[in-house]
């Protein structure tokens, strides 16, 4: 099976370029980040946990040209630097992974946290280019005061067309809330990503998948050398 992009399920219900331009907030929430040993945080409510982050995302791309032109270099210390200490990449690389992340040994569940990121980042940087007076506008927060996961819901507004659906799952933990899963127009990615990668295992096991996603980003890297 060759892995692809979670662009074909979302391909249904809007156009290539509004596609681009949500996947630059899905580069702003998944893509992606880990960090096991976060330093503690004051926590922060999680809707303004998501306005305060887009909102630093979307202007570091206004201010750089090297991230407006996809230099990976650049997207990569802009999701260590403002992305890592917000996402619960773990948690999220292991629900994508399903029932098969048990089996796993410690070492394949790093690789496929690297991996995972790699392929998360490589396929949205083009998103980053078309950022310009996009804005994240988030919805009223509908959880209870002690709720420890909630969902996000927010629009993404400017451009052309339509406002476009983006929501987040994020859970709370002892250093502040994390996000562990996004939904973009009704998809939701980690079940995107879970399909693909139950096929490979069951055809390949661990780490064939491992092997697949190693593939697919250098075949990612050399596309965008070229």
């Known amino acids: 099976m060759t892995l692809v992009s ?16 949500t996947s630059a907030a899905v580069a702003l929430a998944a893509t992606l980040a880990w960090q096991p040993h976060a330093r503690a945080q004051a926590m922060e409510a999680p809707d303004a946990l998501i306005q305060r982050v887009a909102t630093e995302v979307f202007e570091a791309v206004k201010r750089d040209p ?15 630097s403002r992305l890592m200490p917000h996402v619960n990449f773990e948690r999220m690389t292991a629900s994508a992974v ?12 790093q690789r496929l946290m690297e991996e995972f ?6 396929t949205y940087s083009g998103a980053l280019t078309l950022i310009r007076d996009q804005t994240l506008v988030i919805r009223p927060l509908r959880a209870a005061p002690d709720a420890t996961e909630v969902v996000v819901r927010s629009e993404i507004r400017g451009g052309k067309g339509d406002p476009i ?6 859970e709370k933990t002892p250093t502040g809330w994390k996000v562990y899963d996004l ?19 069951a055809a390949k096991g661990i780490d064939g998948l491992i092997a697949a996603l190693a593939e697919r980003n250098r075949a990612n890297a050399n596309a965008q050398r070229s």
């Open 6 to 21: 979670p662009t074909r399920p979302v391909a249904a219900v809007m156009n290539r370029r509004r596609w681009w331009i």
């Open 66 to 80: 090297a991230l407006r032109n996809g230099d990976i270099a650049r997207i990569m210390e802009l999701v260590d």
């Open 98 to 109: 399903g029932r098969f992340w048990r089996q796993a040994t410690p070492e394949q569940r």
């Open 117 to 122: 990121k790699i392929l998360l980042v490589r």
């Open 165 to 170: 659906q983006l929501d987040y799952r994020l």
């Open 183 to 201: 939904n973009v127009m009704g998809v939701w990615l980690v079940e995107t990503y879970r399909t693909q990668f139950a096929q490979e295992i």
